[in-house]
Nanobody, 119 residues
Framework: QVQLVESGGGLVQAGGSLRLSCAAS????????MGWYRQAPGNQRELVAHMTTGGSTIYADSVKGRFTISRDNAKNTVYLQMNSLKPEDTAVYYC?????????????WGQGTQVTVSS
């Protein structure tokens, strides 16, 4: 019923940039928070950044000043611009969205996209 499709991952050298995109589709009534999480091997999944419909944002301390989250509410799409990438940013990045499929509200996840930063 609802799908989150991510794109934009890949391999980049330290100091480089990548832009992730995630588009939500399906029987969507409304979307509240959209954001990004990441999970490196052997680690727990952690919040990278999220944004409310109104534009309020939260970032992990480790990415502040380097990553920027944005949304296009008309397209049900969230973006993550990642600059000054570091090897420790290497992880699978997952899109996450709090979506109302009337009358129910659920959290949905994308399939994940690999980001690898070489030193």
């Amino acid at each position: 019923q609802v799908q989150l499709v991510e794109s934009g991952g890949g391999l980049v050298q330290a100091g480089g940039s990548l832009r992730l995109s995630c588009a939500a589709s399906g029987s969507i009534f409304s979307i509240n928070i959209m954001g990004w999480y990441r999970q490196a091997p052997g680690n727990q999944r952690e919040l990278v950044a999220h944004m409310t419909t109104g534009g309020s944002t939260i970032y992990a301390d480790s990415v502040k000043g380097r990553f920027t989250i944005s949304r296009d509410n008309a397209k049900n799409t969230v973006y993550l611009q990642m600059n000054s990438l570091k090897p420790e940013d290497t992880a699978v990045y997952y899109c996450n969205a709090d979506i109302v499929v009337f009358p129910r509200r659920n959290v949905y996840w994308g399939q994940g996209t690999q980001v690898t930063v070489s030193s």
